[in-house]
């Protein structure tokens, strides 16, 4: 669970980066709407720099994520597609958002249109963190899959030999049982076998024991009692 918790975080991290640099960009393009050759221009009541401020104060967070997510224990496949997004964000910024500030403070709005409408400055770079993103997610729910799997695996093991340790339980309780059975029932057709013989004459009968139970003791005090009474007979007759 805590391994599956940290890929969640991992992906949530991904998509905040993702979101973060939608919002910056928004910003931006927000940020042309103040160029003095648009006619709506002046019904805007702040200056541009409210926009480019933001921008700054976003990529300002991104940071602060990408710091934690780097911090995060990240598996190898993990790793190679947050170093494929950093790749896509860095271009994003280097050649896309950078350049762009640097024309708003300029006042050039055409050299800032020009770059927020390039694919290969823009569009790419969040095409290329999109992909990034997308596969990390796949390989955490395939490595979720798997997790679950084992899991299932391990729960069925487990319930196996717990079925086959009561199984054997109740064998050896059987057994056990069996055994205690067979003891008394041998024990009483001792007992029964040399009474019969002693009412037969036999006075050298005994009973032949070879537990140390209870009944084991009956069977000694018989015998004692017949010992003694063949005594006081062979007395008799001499």
Do not use: C
């Not at 993702?18 to 709407?33: F, I, N």
């Not at 224990?73 to 170093?83: F, G, K, M, S």
């Amino acid at each position: 669970i805590g391994h599956m918790h940290m890929d969640v975080e991992h992906s949530a991290h991904l998509g905040e980066l993702v979101d973060k640099m939608w919002e910056s960009r928004t910003q931006l393009m927000l940020a042309l709407q103040h160029d003095p050759a648009n006619a709506l221009s002046n019904m805007h009541k702040h200056p541009v720099s409210v926009h480019t401020e933001a921008s700054r104060a976003i990529e300002a967070e991104v940071e602060e994520l990408w710091r934690e997510l780097t911090a995060s224990d990240l598996d190898e496949q993990e790793l190679a597609q947050v170093e494929a997004f950093n790749k896509a964000h860095t271009t994003l910024i280097e050649d896309g958002f950078k350049p762009v500030l640097a024309a708003f403070e300029a006042g050039d709005y055409t050299t800032a249109t020009r770059i927020l409408t390039d694919p290969e400055r823009i569009a790419k770079p969040f095409d290329a963190s999109d992909a990034a993103v997308e596969k990390v997610l796949v390989h955490q729910i395939e490595k979720g899959e798997q997790e679950f799997t084992e899991a299932e695996d391990r729960h069925h093991l487990v319930l196996v030999w717990t079925i086959g340790l009561i199984a054997a339980g109740v064998l050896i309780s059987g057994l056990l049982a069996y055994a205690s059975i067979a003891s008394i029932s041998g024990s009483i057709r001792g007992l029964r076998e040399t009474t019969g013989a002693l009412l037969d004459g036999d006075l050298t009968a005994r009973i032949q024991s070879e537990s140390r139970d209870e009944l084991a003791q009956v069977a000694d005090g018989f015998n004692q009692v017949a010992a003694e009474f063949h005594g006081v007979v062979r007395d008799l007759q001499d």
